[in-house]
């Protein structure tokens, strides 16, 4: 009997050990699932980070291929300004679209006209109605159109006129170019009218087209002269002026 009395105390000491290492082994697990947790988030992180690396490598190598022109994205202040023009006009073709100025902007016997004093220089807008433009096609100062690259192009131009019935007027349309090697303009191209008459009109009609292919050279301006101004209707779906490049 005292023999059994003495075991019993060893076995309850055994019993309170054990309870005091579950508390430690929750511990070890709590830890377990944490490092778990902090593994799988590192993991996808530097897989999302590779991933992204992969994907701009990718866009850097397209780009160099002749895909997306990534060289657009940003631009170099250092390089020369031809050189950034000409980045641009591979992208976008030069192209322009003008309408002509409204009536009384049309200042045309208090400016000079380029040595072709016998008839007048139609003002084009720049700023509003259906002007257009890409690739750094644009207006000069002067209000003639600017070729920004040399190649071949498509000039176009429509001006109408309208006289009383029974007036005689010449209606004529003259394309001229000016570059910087020889001072004096060049004409290009010249366009009688088409009569439109209505006899329920007190005035008269005409409409002048022409359109051709020319080859020009950087620095080169296009301008449009009529002889008798007084006569052409600007409404800017009536008179416009445009060039775009076909190579």
Known sequence: MTSNLQINP????????????KPAKGQYIVFLILTLILSTETFITAFLLYDFSEDIHRT??????GGYPIHCLSTDLT?????????????????????????????QRLQKNDGIPAMDRIQWDNMNGQFSQEGLMRLSPDGEIAVPQDGIYFVFSRVNFETQLGQIMHFTQYLYKTTAS???PVMLAKSVVTPCTSVNSSVQLYSSHQGALFRLEKGDRLSLYVLNISAVRFPQEATYFGAFMIN
Do not use: M, W
Request: hydrophobic share 20%.
């Open 10 to 21: 060893n076995y309850s000491q055994l019993d309170e050990n054990t309870n005091e290492n």
């Open 60 to 65: 850097r190598e397209t780009g160099k291929d």
């Open 79 to 107: 390089q020369p300004t031809n050189q950034a023009d000409y980045n641009i006009t591979e992208i976008f073709k030069p192209a322009v679209h003008v309408g002509a100025k409204q009536e009384l902007k049309q200042y």
């Open 182 to 184: 020889y001072p004096q």
